[in-house]
Protein backbone atom coordinates (compact mmCIF):
# COMPACT_ATOMS: atom_id res chain seq x y z
CA UNK A 1 0.00 0.00 0.00
CA UNK A 2 1.45 3.66 -0.70
CA UNK A 3 0.97 6.57 -0.97
CA UNK A 4 0.47 9.67 1.37
CA UNK A 5 0.07 8.81 5.09
CA UNK A 6 -1.73 10.24 8.23
CA UNK A 7 0.01 9.48 11.64
CA UNK A 8 -1.29 10.34 14.62
CA UNK A 9 0.19 10.41 17.73
CA UNK A 10 -1.98 9.19 20.93
CA UNK A 11 -0.31 10.50 24.25
CA UNK A 12 -1.70 10.43 27.61
CA UNK A 13 -2.28 6.51 27.98
CA UNK A 14 1.01 5.77 30.18
CA UNK A 15 -1.42 3.35 32.16
CA UNK A 16 -2.10 1.24 29.07
CA UNK A 17 1.73 1.51 28.12
CA UNK A 18 2.72 0.37 31.61
CA UNK A 19 0.14 -2.16 31.29
CA UNK A 20 1.49 -3.46 27.71
CA UNK A 21 5.29 -3.35 28.62
CA UNK A 22 4.29 -5.67 31.70
CA UNK A 23 3.22 -8.23 29.33
CA UNK A 24 6.17 -7.80 27.34
CA UNK A 25 7.51 -6.15 24.14
CA UNK A 26 6.10 -9.47 21.39
CA UNK A 27 2.66 -9.72 23.51
CA UNK A 28 2.11 -6.17 24.30
CA UNK A 29 2.77 -4.87 20.07
CA UNK A 30 0.25 -8.14 19.31
CA UNK A 31 -2.45 -6.05 22.03
CA UNK A 32 -2.02 -3.00 20.66
CA UNK A 33 -2.19 -4.20 17.07
CA UNK A 34 -5.35 -5.95 17.61
CA UNK A 35 -6.93 -3.00 19.29
CA UNK A 36 -5.74 -0.44 16.67
CA UNK A 37 -7.57 -2.55 13.95
CA UNK A 38 -10.71 -3.20 15.87
CA UNK A 39 -10.73 0.36 16.71
CA UNK A 40 -10.57 1.59 12.88
CA UNK A 41 -12.74 -0.88 11.38
CA UNK A 42 -15.65 1.40 11.25
CA UNK A 43 -13.10 3.92 9.62
CA UNK A 44 -12.63 1.19 6.68
CA UNK A 45 -16.37 0.37 6.73
CA UNK A 46 -16.90 4.39 5.37
CA UNK A 47 -13.89 4.05 3.14
CA UNK A 48 -15.67 1.05 1.10
CA UNK A 49 -18.92 2.71 1.48
CA UNK A 50 -17.50 6.10 0.10
CA UNK A 51 -15.64 4.29 -2.83
CA UNK A 52 -16.80 4.54 -6.17
CA UNK A 53 -18.13 1.01 -7.74
CA UNK A 54 -17.57 1.93 -10.91
CA UNK A 55 -15.84 -2.03 -11.88
CA UNK A 56 -16.50 -3.27 -8.33
CA UNK A 57 -13.27 -3.67 -7.14
CA UNK A 58 -11.51 -1.06 -5.87
CA UNK A 59 -13.69 -1.01 -2.33
CA UNK A 60 -12.51 -4.84 -2.15
CA UNK A 61 -8.85 -3.89 -2.34
CA UNK A 62 -9.00 -1.70 0.67
CA UNK A 63 -7.54 -3.37 3.73
CA UNK A 64 -5.74 -2.67 7.31
CA UNK A 65 -2.74 -3.33 6.96
CA UNK A 66 0.71 -3.85 8.80
CA UNK A 67 3.26 -1.73 7.64
CA UNK A 68 7.10 -3.01 7.98
CA UNK A 69 8.79 0.17 9.01
CA UNK A 70 12.33 -0.24 9.50
CA UNK A 71 13.73 -0.60 13.41
CA UNK A 72 15.62 2.17 14.56
CA UNK A 73 17.54 0.79 17.77
CA UNK A 74 18.72 -2.14 15.25
CA UNK A 75 20.03 0.34 12.83
CA UNK A 76 21.23 2.19 15.07
CA UNK A 77 23.28 -1.14 16.75
CA UNK A 78 24.48 -2.26 13.85
CA UNK A 79 26.07 0.89 12.44
CA UNK A 80 27.65 1.65 16.07
CA UNK A 81 29.16 -1.89 15.70
CA UNK A 82 30.42 -1.10 11.82
CA UNK A 83 32.01 1.81 13.16
CA UNK A 84 33.07 1.14 16.38
CA UNK A 85 33.27 -3.10 16.68
CA UNK A 86 31.68 -2.47 20.35
CA UNK A 87 29.06 -4.13 21.49
CA UNK A 88 28.76 -2.12 24.82
CA UNK A 89 28.49 1.43 22.66
CA UNK A 90 25.80 -0.10 20.58
CA UNK A 91 23.60 -1.06 23.30
CA UNK A 92 24.07 1.93 24.13
CA UNK A 93 22.94 3.47 20.86
CA UNK A 94 20.27 0.68 20.22
CA UNK A 95 18.94 2.11 24.01
CA UNK A 96 19.34 5.93 22.94
CA UNK A 97 16.97 4.80 19.53
CA UNK A 98 13.98 3.33 21.40
CA UNK A 99 14.14 6.20 23.98
CA UNK A 100 14.44 9.10 20.91
CA UNK A 101 11.51 6.87 19.60
CA UNK A 102 8.97 7.26 22.44
CA UNK A 103 7.00 4.26 23.16
CA UNK A 104 5.79 2.05 21.46
CA UNK A 105 4.94 2.00 17.66
CA UNK A 106 2.78 0.04 15.63
CA UNK A 107 2.31 1.24 11.85
CA UNK A 108 -1.09 0.26 10.67
CA UNK A 109 -2.00 1.13 7.04
CA UNK A 110 -5.84 1.36 5.59
CA UNK A 111 -5.96 2.14 2.46
CA UNK A 112 -5.87 0.09 -1.03
CA UNK A 113 -4.12 -3.12 -1.80
CA UNK A 114 -2.00 -2.67 -4.61
CA UNK A 115 -2.11 -6.11 -5.77
CA UNK A 116 -5.51 -6.73 -4.98
CA UNK A 117 -7.27 -4.01 -7.32
CA UNK A 118 -5.96 -0.69 -6.06
CA UNK A 119 -3.23 -0.03 -8.36
CA UNK A 120 -5.70 2.89 -9.52
CA UNK A 121 -6.73 4.33 -6.50
CA UNK A 122 -4.76 7.06 -6.40
CA UNK A 123 -6.41 8.51 -9.46
CA UNK A 124 -9.71 8.26 -8.34
CA UNK A 125 -9.14 9.69 -5.03
CA UNK A 126 -7.47 12.61 -6.62
CA UNK A 127 -8.50 12.96 -9.85
CA UNK A 128 -6.30 13.50 -13.20
CA UNK A 129 -5.82 16.69 -14.91
CA UNK A 130 -6.07 16.32 -18.72
CA UNK A 131 -4.35 13.11 -20.45
CA UNK A 132 -3.16 12.41 -23.81
CA UNK A 133 -1.63 9.32 -25.62
CA UNK A 134 1.63 9.49 -26.88
CA UNK A 135 -0.15 9.68 -30.72
CA UNK A 136 -1.30 13.44 -29.09
CA UNK A 137 -4.67 12.44 -29.00
CA UNK A 138 -6.76 13.24 -25.66
CA UNK A 139 -8.03 10.61 -24.04
CA UNK A 140 -10.23 12.17 -21.17
CA UNK A 141 -9.57 13.24 -17.46
CA UNK A 142 -11.23 12.12 -14.29
CA UNK A 143 -12.51 14.06 -11.72
CA UNK A 144 -11.68 13.23 -8.08
CA UNK A 145 -14.40 11.15 -5.96
CA UNK A 146 -12.55 11.37 -2.71
CA UNK A 147 -12.92 8.29 -0.59
CA UNK A 148 -10.31 7.80 1.93
CA UNK A 149 -10.12 11.12 3.53
CA UNK A 150 -13.73 11.84 4.07
CA UNK A 151 -13.68 8.66 5.97
CA UNK A 152 -10.11 9.97 8.23
CA UNK A 153 -11.94 12.94 8.92
CA UNK A 154 -15.36 11.60 9.87
CA UNK A 155 -13.14 8.39 11.52
CA UNK A 156 -10.31 9.36 13.34
CA UNK A 157 -11.65 11.10 16.36
CA UNK A 158 -14.28 8.48 16.98
CA UNK A 159 -11.73 5.82 16.52
CA UNK A 160 -9.04 7.26 19.14
CA UNK A 161 -12.33 7.44 21.87
CA UNK A 162 -13.02 3.73 20.78
CA UNK A 163 -9.49 2.59 20.79
CA UNK A 164 -9.59 3.19 25.54
CA UNK A 165 -11.98 0.70 26.11
CA UNK A 166 -10.68 -1.79 23.18
CA UNK A 167 -7.08 -1.70 24.30
CA UNK A 168 -8.27 -2.12 28.21
CA UNK A 169 -10.19 -4.89 26.94
CA UNK A 170 -7.74 -6.54 25.22
CA UNK A 171 -5.01 -6.10 27.73
CA UNK A 172 -7.59 -7.42 30.24
CA UNK A 173 -8.00 -10.76 27.85
CA UNK A 174 -4.20 -10.83 27.70
CA UNK A 175 -3.39 -11.26 30.67
CA UNK A 176 -5.85 -13.52 31.78
CA UNK A 177 -4.38 -15.91 28.88
CA UNK A 178 -1.10 -15.39 30.55
CA UNK A 179 -2.44 -16.38 33.80
CA UNK A 180 -3.81 -19.52 32.54
CA UNK A 181 -0.89 -20.56 30.90
CA UNK A 182 1.22 -19.90 33.85
CA UNK A 183 -1.77 -22.56 35.86
CA UNK A 184 -1.75 -24.94 33.07
CA UNK A 185 2.16 -24.72 33.58
CA UNK A 186 2.68 -25.25 36.99
CA UNK A 187 0.58 -28.47 37.04
Known amino acids: ?20 DDLGKRIGNAVLERSLRKATTPMLALAKALAPNDEGDLDQS ?3 AKQTVSDPGKAAYA ?11 ARSA ?3 AYRTQGGRVVDLVLGPDLLDGGRHAHLVEFGTGPRYHESGRYVGEMPAQPFLRPAFDAEAGPSLDRLKPILASEIDKAVSRRAARAARAAR
Do not use: W, Y
Request: net charge positive; no cysteine.
Open 94 to 96: LRD
Open 62 to 64: LKI
Open 1 to 20: MAGQAFRIRVDGLKEFEAAL
Open 79 to 89: ATMRATGDQGA
